[in-house]
């Protein structure tokens, strides 16, 4: 905004000097009538006009005039990036709940069936099988982990059934253990947070909408329960997303703010964790929101009342594939569309869209959005594609489920010795 900024004071010949609201918000009515932040400052007429990534609302039209969009974005949600974890149930993911359970039904059928067909062959043949249940069952498991079993039906009938069986398990386990290994070379990240509607559906990350903007009042009294109900259980206000993108990062809640903003912090996020930039250094962005005085015009903001000419990292790093890390994720549901709008008082409005379009229609707008959005293919890369190239070694975590179900077979085990051992000296 800086540089259209100096864009509009060179065509139009004005010096300025930049006020910052008492509030830093953009512009909101409250209870007793009045407005509050730049919004307010333009109806009482302490400024002249403010430039910033304005949205056009039907309040807003009440008491100030907005010019043509310079830029048009979106509404989205800014979360911390999630990493790869360790699952304990990880084990069970190769195949869905509805598998699991017809795979147990099987064990249970084949095993019923086996031990009634071989009992029933036994009386036609005049043969008798010792300890049936208990080898019908023991088969069952073995030839399900393609281990060799001691025992198979003596008649053709049982023999039929345990061939079948033998296939069956063949290809549940070898899809089993291939899909296990695809999974534990290649881990997928769950992104629990990619739209509106999984924000208001999970309980464990709270959110924030953006102080003195339009989100509050467009979710509000929007027609959608879904966008009615982030508003409703919102647990706050930021107030605005470059200012909160640590706190964003650092997962202490999930921000709704325009895309723009978000990717610059994105972009701040993934440049400092490589080391060319502190946090000095990006604090010269020029804020979102620039209200104005008569007979000049200034930057407020609260990184102070100076403009400042951010240069990006020499080294584009998009060309240079798997490098960094960053710990910011846009979601890929926009909530909503908004411009970015230069609100001017009327007194202006007659000769300043001439200037917008220039800009507009030039790609000189494009231009410097690029240039301050440094390693975006980078920073918008999907949290799977986090995992580094070669392949690392399995930690204790990995394991944990496994070797929880061991842990609860041996305590199994132990619990029937003890109740055999009590049976036996009582009937002793």
């Not at 699952?87 to 084949?110: C, E, N, Q, R, Y």
């Not at 498991?141 to 025992?151: A, G, I, K, N």
């Not at 489920?401 to 061991?406: D, K, W």
């Amino acid at each position: 905004m800086g540089n259209v900024l100096e864009i509009f004071a060179s065509m139009m010949n004005f010096d300025y000097v930049v006020v910052r609201p008492p509030d830093s918000l953009w512009g909101a009515r409250l209870n007793n009538g009045s407005w509050s932040g730049m919004v307010g400052m333009l109806e009482r007429e302490e400024v002249e006009f403010a430039l910033g990534p304005f949205t056009i609302t039907p309040q807003r039209e009440t008491v100030v005039d907005f010019t043509v969009a310079v830029h048009n974005d979106n509404k989205a949600i800014l979360t911390v990036r999630p990493g790869l974890q360790s699952d304990v149930s990880g084990f069970l993911k190769p195949f869905t709940l509805d598998v699991w359970l017809l795979f147990l039904l099987s064990i249970l059928a084949i095993g019923t069936t086996m031990r009634m067909l071989t009992s029933t062959e036994d009386r036609i043949f005049g043969t008798f099988t010792k300890n049936l249940t208990t080898k019908t069952a023991a088969w069952v498991f073995q030839t399900l982990t393609q281990e060799s079993s001691d025992w198979i039906p003596k008649n053709d009938g049982g023999r039929l059934i345990v061939t079948t069986w033998l296939l069956a398990s063949l290809v549940f386990m070898s899809s089993y253990s291939g899909i296990l290994t695809a999974m534990l070379t290649l881990p997928r990240v769950t992104i629990p947070i990619d739209s509106l509607e999984d924000l208001v559906a999970q309980d464990d990350l709270p959110w924030r909408l953006e102080a003195g903007s339009m989100a509050t009042k467009f979710l509000e009294e929007s027609e959608d329960p879904v966008r009615r109900k982030a508003a409703a259980m919102s647990s706050g206000y930021f107030k605005d997303c470059w200012s909160s993108r640590q706190a964003i990062a650092n997962g202490e809640f999930a921000g709704i703010c325009d895309e723009t903003t978000m990717k610059k912090a994105m972009s701040w996020d993934f440049s400092c964790q490589l080391g060319y930039l502190g946090e000095a250094e990006w604090q010269g962005l020029l804020p979102e929101s620039l209200p104005l005085t008569p007979g000049g015009m200034g930057a407020g903001s609260e990184y102070g009342e100076q403009m400042y000419q951010v240069d990006p990292p020499t080294t584009d790093m998009d060309s240079v594939p798997g490098v960094g890390t960053w710990d910011l994720l846009l979601a890929q549901s926009a909530i909503a569309n908004s411009g970015y709008k230069a609100t001017w008082l009327a007194s202006h409005r007659m000769t300043l869209p001439i200037s917008i379009d220039i800009i507009k229609h030039s790609g000189i707008l494009s231009k410097w959005i690029g240039d301050q959005i440094t390693n975006t293919s980078q920073c918008l890369r999907p949290p799977s594609a986090d995992r580094t190239e070669s392949i690392s070694a399995l930690n204790i975590e990995a394991f944990l489920g496994p070797l929880s179900v061991l842990l609860a077979g041996c305590v199994l085990a132990f619990l029937s010795f003890l109740m055999e051992h009590i049976l036996f000296i009582a009937l002793n």
